[in-house]
């Protein structure tokens, strides 16, 4: 029973992003045609259409089945800003969330660095292969500012808190809360950072991304708030963001 709710916990969690993303896709593709679904304005609001479609799936709609076939009657409903709190949303980002961003940076440039290195002796892998994320990486001006929101701001909120935010926190406190805390904390890490790994489907950015998930989900256990990880997401992409749009770096 455990094994089975991680599993639908996972495919929830993944399959929301995914499903979200083709169904807003094709949505506007039919509503705004081809040629311009790929202006950046369009993309932009494509990508914060799916976010938002993604967290309602798995924020909302879990949370509303629960609450309906729940056996045992709630003796207080539970308030938006104690959900948000049990996520990892809670009170004003800390010094120390800060300053333990740019040591998590450090962290996972290593980790990263290691795992690809691990990964290039297999003849598949190609650790050079291209992220399309949407936008063109001929922008510049508004187009660049809308890119960057996107990229840097609205993307690494939105998957911090599907991923390190619900899935973490229903499989570990949830699912796991009976197991010793260091297994729980191990297993829940690994889940979470192959899920997000899975998603996005190319192995050499989910080997990368699965090395930064892993410091991310230690970050959110070491400060119990997802503030830290979303500044190092934004650090990580940011950098990404500079080196492909400002530099023009593939």
């Not at 940076?105 to 290691?114: G, K, Q, R, S, V």
Request: aromatic fraction near 12%.
């Amino acid at each position: 029973m455990v094994v089975v709710s991680i599993i639908l916990m996972m495919i929830w969690a993944g399959a929301s992003v995914i499903v979200s993303q083709l169904a807003v896709g094709y949505a506007m593709l039919w509503i705004i045609g081809a040629e311009a679904f790929g202006n950046p304005l369009p993309t932009a609001i494509y990508s914060a259409l799916s976010y938002i479609l993604a967290m309602i799936l798995v924020l909302v709609v879990p949370k509303m089945v629960t609450d309906k076939y729940q056996k045992k009657p709630k003796k207080k409903t539970t308030t938006v800003k104690a959900y948000l709190e049990e996520l990892g949303i809670k009170g004003w980002p800390t010094w120390a969330d800060i300053g333990m961003a740019p040591l998590g940076m450090i962290a996972y440039l290593l980790l990263a660095t290691l795992f690809v290195a691990i990964f290039s002796l297999f003849p598949w892998f190609d650790a050079s292969e291209i992220q399309d994320v949407g936008f063109s990486t001929y922008i510049s001006g508004f187009d660049r500012v809308i890119a960057f929101f996107v990229i840097v701001v609205l993307a690494p909120i939105a998957e911090e808190v599907i991923f390190r935010g619900w899935l973490y926190t229903k499989i570990k406190n949830t699912v796991l809360r009976k197991c010793p805390k260091m297994a729980s904390i191990i297993i829940t890490n690994l889940l979470v950072s192959l899920t997000f790994a899975i998603v996005h489907l190319q192995w050499n950015v989910g080997v990368n991304v699965f090395a930064m998930s892993i410091v991310l989900c230690g970050l959110r256990e070491i400060t119990g708030t997802l503030y830290s990880g979303i500044i190092l997401h934004m650090l990580k992409n940011g950098v990404a963001f500079y080196l492909v749009y400002v530099l023009g770096i593939q």
